[in-house]
C-alpha cells in the first residue's frame, strides 16, 4: 500500500502538492495510508470561481411562465436566491410567478419579455441583465416547444420551429450567458434536455433531434468552458406532467406508456428538485458536462 502511495508522487501522476498522505490513525497497524486533498490553483481555469452566498446570485430562468420554468424559479425563490429574472413570451403569466416567488421570499424578481427564436430578443434581454445586473450566476436554459405527429406528414417549417426554440434558441442564450459569465469568473449553465435527446419514440422525432443536439451542446460547450469557470450540465427529465403534455396521459396511448416506465408513474415536478438544486446551486462543483435523467427508470426500460 505504501509503494503504491509513493507512485502517486510521481511527477506527472498527480500534479506535485495536490495531495498529501497522512497516516490514518488508529488504522496505521493496518499500514492504510489516506490521501488529504487540498485544494489546488488550477492553471487551465483562468479565474477561481468562489461560491457566492445564493442571497448574492443572479439566476435566469427561460420559459418561466409555465410548467418547469416557472417551478424552477419557484425553487430558486425559496432557496433565497438574491435575484432571479424571469423570461418567456407571456408576461402577464411571469408577473403571476413572480408574484409567488416573492410570497417564497426571493430577494428580487424581474420579469423579461424573451423570444428565443429571435436573436434580437435574445441580445436584448442579455444587454438588459448585463447593463442592470452586471452578472449571471445561473442559466436555466429551459424554453422549449414541443410538437408530435409524423416525420412523414410534417414541412421543413415545422422543423425549423421546434429547432428555433429548443436548439438555436438554447444556444443563442448559452452564448450570451457565457460571455457574461466569464467577465466575473464563471457560473452554471443548467441546460433542460429530455430522454428524448437519448432515446427515440414514435410521433416527435424533430423534438427528439433537437433534445439530442441540447445533450451534445452540453457536452460540447462544457469542454470549451470549463477554462472560463463556467459549468455546463443537462437535466434530462422523463415525462413529467405539465402544460406541455396536458391530457395525453389520460389517453390509451398516455396509459400504455406509462406501462413501459420501470417505476410505473409519470413524473411530478418535486421529482426535479433534488436533481435541479444539485445542477444550480454549485454544490457540483466538479460536475460539468453532465446529463442527468431524472425518470422513473424509462431509459433503462426492456428491450
Ligand atoms: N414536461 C415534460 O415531460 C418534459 C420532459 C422533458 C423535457 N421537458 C422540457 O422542459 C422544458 C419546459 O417544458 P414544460 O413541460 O414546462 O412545457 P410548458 O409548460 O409548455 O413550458 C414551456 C415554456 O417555454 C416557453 N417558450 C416556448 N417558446 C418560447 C420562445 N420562443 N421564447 C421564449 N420562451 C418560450 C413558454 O413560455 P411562453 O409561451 O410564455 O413564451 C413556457 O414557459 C422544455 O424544454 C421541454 O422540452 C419537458
Known amino acids: 500500500m505504501a509503494a503504491a502511495a509513493n507512485s502517486f508522487r510521481q511527477p506527472g501522476l498527480i500534479p506535485r502538492g495536490h495531495i498529501r498522505f497522512k497516516s490514518a490513525g488508529s488504522l496505521r497497524s493496518a499500514a492504510i495510508l489516506l490521501p488529504e486533498v487540498t485544494p489546488m490553483a488550477n492553471p487551465h481555469v483562468e479565474t477561481e470561481r468562489p461560491l457566492r452566498p445564493l442571497s448574492q446570485r443572479v439566476a435566469l430562468v427561460t420559459g418561466a411562465s409555465s410548467g418547469l420554468g416557472a417551478h424552477f424559479a419557484r425553487l430558486l425563490a ?28 426571493a430577494g428580487r424578481v424581474i420579469v423579461l419579455p424573451l423570444d428565443v427564436a429571435d436573436g434580437d430578443s435574445i441580445r436584448d434581454a442579455f444587454g438588459t441583465i ?9 442559466l436555466v436554459n429551459n424554453a422549449g416547444i414541443a410538437e408530435a405527429g409524423p416525420a412523414i406528414d410534417s414541412t421543413l417549417e415545422d422543423f425549423d420551429r421546434v429547432m428555433d426554440v429548443n436548439l438555436r434558441g438554447v444556444w443563442g442564450c448559452a452564448l450570451e450567458a457565457a460571455r457574461l459569465m466569464k467577465t466575473h469568473g464563471g457560473g452554471d449553465i443548467v441546460n433542460i434536455a429530455s430522454i428524448l435527446g437519448l432515446r427515440v419514440a ?14 451534445q451542446m452540453t457536452k460540447a460547450l462544457a ?37 413501459r416506465i420501470p417505476m410505473r408513474r409519470t413524473g411530478q415536478l418535486a421529482d426535479l428538485d433534488a436533481p435541479f438544486r444539485l445542477l444550480a446551486h454549485g454544490a457540483s462543483r466538479y460536475m460539468t458536462g453532465a446529463v442527468l435523467t431524472v425518470d422513473g427508470g424509462h431509459t433503462v426500460s426492456s428491450l
Request: with cysteine; net charge positive; proline share 1%.
Open 78 to 105: 425559496a432557496d433565497r436566491f438574491g435575484t432571479i429574472v424571469l423570461a418567456a413570451r407571456r408576461t402577464d403569466r411571469l408577473n403571476a410567478v413572480a408574484e409567488e416567488c416573492m410570497r417564497l421570499r
Open 130 to 138: 448585463a447593463k442592470g445586473e452586471r452578472r449571471l450566476d445561473v
Open 202 to 215: 414514435n410521433g416527435v422525432a424533430a423534438y427528439a433531434v433537437s433534445k439530442a443536439g441540447v445533450v
Open 223 to 259: 469542454l470549451e468552458w470549463a477554462r472560463y469557470g463556467i459549468r455546463v450540465n443537462a437535466l434530462a427529465p422523463g415525462y413529467i406532467e405539465t402544460e406541455i403534455n396536458d391530457g395525453f396521459f389520460r389517453t390509451e396511448a398516455g396509459q400504455k406508456l406509462i406501462g
